[in-house]
């Protein structure tokens, strides 16, 4: 790769963990492999990051509910995401989870520049509270929690605020001196009267969350939903060291409509508080709906994309969605346009030409590409509306314009059935001229054949590799160069290659039924959590919050590993209630060495007096740090139990342990 190449970034949205993929997703990040594959062929050096959004209050609740640890729950969702793109062929160059510890790196080292720089306060945040769910939310006081029914509280929290109000002025200033910041054309304008109704300060953090990642030096505040999944776009191209990778700022950060705002207004003010460069361009498509609503998973009418890519293949899929939707639009998913699609537009279309033009070359031509005589006016018609299409779609690609280029592409596939019927090679017969005119229609079928292969591949990346090959085409067509695509190089005399199916014909009230009965037998799946869950919840320790960014529970340690965490009896010497903190307690604990201070969660299920005396499980070489605003060098350990998380203290009633012994 040579080293000049320009560098282009680009991101899809990344996806929450509490659900499976349906095709709404699979459309981000279509669209997003499709733009990868493009630049590639334009000569760029492409980085293209997904990844999942594993933190908060819904991973907690859905840990639980399948009996799992939060990390171990998050790995097994995130590696099913992955898996999904890896088949279908679109997992992108990096995957960036919200739980790798580089991440939580990335968003601590934001929030210093941000806090250095002035744009972070300490505040409260007061919202209703449900305290089964234990979780803020939206609804005014006096109502009832939308999901449980049962009644709410009005909580108010200490947590830190972002100066959003801040960037009013600088991000107007932003939008105005980049008019292409924000596309398309309607949603920069929603945008923009968004931020010139006033901008409100935002609370980044929050102390009744508990997976998430801590705020350092101030926990329990851990990092509140869009400080920390924002900045895994950063996190995924060096974080800190972003200059070395050259990957930042980001070319296009492709995302939904629905979250346009997260990335337009909070995004671009967060990066300018800590000083780092802004991405060129938020773009925003459209949702795929079905039955005229959006499609998600809180509906109940999703559909998922393994059901079409086995029936219909993934380039079908691909097409569909490209083709179907124009891009920024809504789009309405329906298997029968599906299906009708594929039938009209890949196995009669492309499909048909690519196979009917090498039957007769194979017939006529000794299988080799032919060499054309002098060109007729209806031929040199079919080449300049093939050079012409060469233009329009590369400009149509540059706009996103998917729809319109695979318009402009297939009009010329048209055109050259429509020219193979008028100039029907298969008639002529074996004089000379004859020959020689059955070459150059052949030639030109395939020519066209060749342009149109180069300009579907970022869409159909299968079945043009298919092509390809069979025009004995050299290499990929993705390592093709489009700026170098001109009408006249196909090289007469080259041997075709291996004739491979495309997209056989398929009737469609089968290929629906089938699509259908795949799709009903996924939804009854269980989720890959309870479905493979074995080990119980783990026992949260009675320190505070658990440390957001531990590696995935799935992977097995080595002793090794386990040997690194140093666990000792110790003996509770003194214990009291701390001001303001009604789950704390602030023990004095005896580890045989020395007398600690340590923190304990315990304090709403022990009384502290009951506790003097008592022989506990303390892991002693935990980095200290402060739980509301009181120093804690050491954790205890406990179980959580109920579905409360009613903390367990671990001890040893039976036996008489020495103080200071060591747990192994
Ligand atoms: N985790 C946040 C994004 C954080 S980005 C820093 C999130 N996740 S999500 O899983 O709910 O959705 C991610 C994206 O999926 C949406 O922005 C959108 O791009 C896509 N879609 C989900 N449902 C969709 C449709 N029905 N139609 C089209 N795309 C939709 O939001």
Redesign the pocket.
Known sequence: MPANKPKFYLT?????TN?LP????T??TIVCDTIRRYKRMRGYDVVMTTGT?EHGVNVERSAKKAGVAESEFVAKMAAEWRALWDELGVQGDEFIRTTDLKHAHTVQWLFKQCRDNGYVYPGHYTGQYCIYDNAYVDVKPGENCPDCGRPTETVTEANFYFKLSAFQKPLLDWYAKHPDFIQPEARRNEVLSFVEGGLRDLSITRTSVRWGIPVPGEEPHVFYV?FD??T??LSAVGGPQYEKTGFWPADVH??????IR??AVY?PAFLMAAGLPLPKQVWA??????DSA???KSLGN?VRPRPIVHVLGMDALRYYLLRETVFGQ?GNFSYDALVQRYNSDLANGLGNLASRTAAMIEKNCGGKIPKPAALQRQDTTLATKAQEAIGEVLVQYDKLGFSLALEEIWSLIAATDKYLTTEHPWSLGESEVDQQRRATILWTTAEVLRIATALTHPVLPESTTKVWSLLGQPDQPGSFSLDGLRWGQLAPGKPLGKSQALFPRIEKAEAIERMEAMEKEEQKQPSPVTAHAASPVSAPAAGGAAAAAAPAATEKIGIEDFAKVEMRVGQIKTAERIVGADKLLKLTVDIGTEIRQICAGIAQYYEPEKLIGRKVAVVVNLAPRKLRGVESNGMIVAATVGPEGRPVLAGFPDEDVEIGARLK
Not at 254 to 259: A, D, N, S, T, Y
């Open positions: 899809t949205p990344i996806y929450y659900g349906h095709i709404g997703h459309y981000s959004d869009w999944a924002l895994a776009y492709l995302v939904g409509k629905e979250i997260f990335h995004w498509h459209g949702w795929l709906l079905m959006k499609m998600s999703v809504d």
